[in-house]
């Protein structure tokens, strides 16, 4: 009785596994559909590619929406997310614009650090206000904003 528990214990998830291959395995998870990317991530190498290392501390970052899930499976980041009442951890998905940008200076940063920005060099302009200014000037300092906002994104 307990070899046959223990080989059940076995066959059981390898059939699993095996069953979900041959299935829903070969559709699933093949394409990033949701993520608004247009990388396919799995011909990705973070090391070859971005410069990615082990050990790299992970610092408070924004990234644009279409880089971010490539971007911070290569690095460690923060990132800022909207603050829910369920949990005391930030656990919904990113946020981007200014709700991001005052999250970061107000509650990651220092007030001398500069904000970490990852976006497309190759992009249009205008699809982030972020990523448009950081690309233009090099870096947004903390005390910096786009000349186009008002002060509120100032810090």
């Not at 223990?6 to 059981?12: D, Q, S, T, V």
């Not at 190498?45 to 279409?66: M, Q, T, W």
């Not at 369920?86 to 709700?99: E, I, M, S, V």
Request: aromatic share 12%.
């Amino acid at each position: 009785m307990i070899a046959f528990v223990i080989i059940a214990a076995i066959a059981l998830p390898a059939f699993s596994s095996f069953q979900w291959l041959h299935t829903s395995g070969t559709r699933t998870g093949t394409t990033h559909t949701r993520v608004g990317s247009p990388i396919d991530f799995y011909t990705v190498n973070c090391s070859e590619d971005f410069g990615a290392e082990l050990g790299i501390k992970p610092r408070p970052h924004y990234v644009e929406r279409p880089l971010f899930y490539l971007f911070s499976g290569c690095y460690p980041i923060y990132a800022s997310s909207p603050v829910r009442t369920r949990w005391a951890t930030k656990t919904h998905l990113p946020q981007y614009g200014k709700p991001a940008f005052d999250d970061l200076h107000t509650n990651m940063l220092s007030p001398d650090e500069p904000l970490l920005v990852g976006c497309f060099v190759e992009r249009k302009r205008g699809t982030d206000i972020i990523c448009d200014y950081a690309l233009q000037n090099g870096e947004l300092a903390p005390a910096q904003a786009p000349p186009e906002l008002d002060d509120a994104w100032a810090c």
